[in-house]
């Protein structure tokens, strides 16, 4: 990989910025607990990762609708019921999201050499809540509300391409999600890069996806050792 080629690097938020499936896990298991649902969180996560795209694949609506849709898929699967509080929930829980321990360093050292993007499958105002936890400031911040689509719609890409204004090879997209974002990026003809934050866990809140990454690193952290060593 050219790393000189590059000017850009976009970055998937949720899941290889922030730890989001501590933050998922965090409000889902408690209450469903206090319910008697007795699943484990693998269960959950599975679950998770089933919903997600299902709900994103329908008609656009918000991250937020989106959210609350999941959050009564699992209380249909576990047969109890949620309030409209409840679903709503787990959105609002977003705000308290934290980042991976090697995230803030990384986008740091990133930032020193690369103009910095966002692209995300969420609402403008839930980005707002995370982006103090990043600290890092972004040049650009696509989300799936500016699209009016979820990735891995090629939509969400091209109106990236189209507001950095920068050929797609000096684009590298890097992403912890082999559907949502490397399989697009590739189709794209977009350099990727896998964060591969799973690193043989037995579940994950993210669909798999058979596709090969340009490059696979473990973390943000490792991502800045090897773009800057050249």
């Known amino acids: 990989m050219d790393w000189k080629q590059f000017e850009w690097i976009s970055f998937d938020c949720y899941g290889t910025l922030i730890d989001w499936e501590t933050g998922i896990l965090g409000y889902l298991r408690p209450l469903m607990r206090a319910k008697g649902c007795d699943a484990d969180d693998s269960q959950f996560l599975t679950l998770y990762s089933e919903f997600e795209p299902r709900e994103q694949a329908r008609a656009y609506r918000t991250y937020r609708e989106v959210l609350a849709s999941i959050m009564r898929a699992f209380a249909t699967e576990f047969r109890v019921d949620v309030t409209a509080a409840e679903a709503e929930g787990l959105a609002d829980s977003i705000a308290g999201w934290k980042p991976f321990p090697d995230t803030v360093q990384g986008l740091r050292e990133l930032k020193s050499r690369y103009q910095l993007a966002i692209l995300s499958n969420i609402d403008d105002d839930l980005f707002a809540r995370t982006a103090k936890h990043l600290e890092v400031p972004f ?18 890409f091209e109106l990236l391409l189209q507001r950095i204004a920068v050929p797609r090879h000096r684009l590298l997209h890097a992403a912890e999600s082999l559907y949502h974002d490397v399989a697009p990026a ?28 340009d490059l696979e690193v473990a973390s943000i952290g490792e991502l800045a050792r090897v773009a800057l060593v050249t």
């Open 139 to 156: 040049d650009m911040v696509v989300t799936a509300q500016q699209a009016g689509s979820y990735k891995p719609s090629h939509r969400n």
């Open 186 to 213: 590739r189709e794209l003809g977009i350099a990727n890069v896998w964060v591969n934050r799973r690193q043989n866990k037995p579940a994950a809140a993210t669909k798999v996806a058979d596709v090969q990454p």
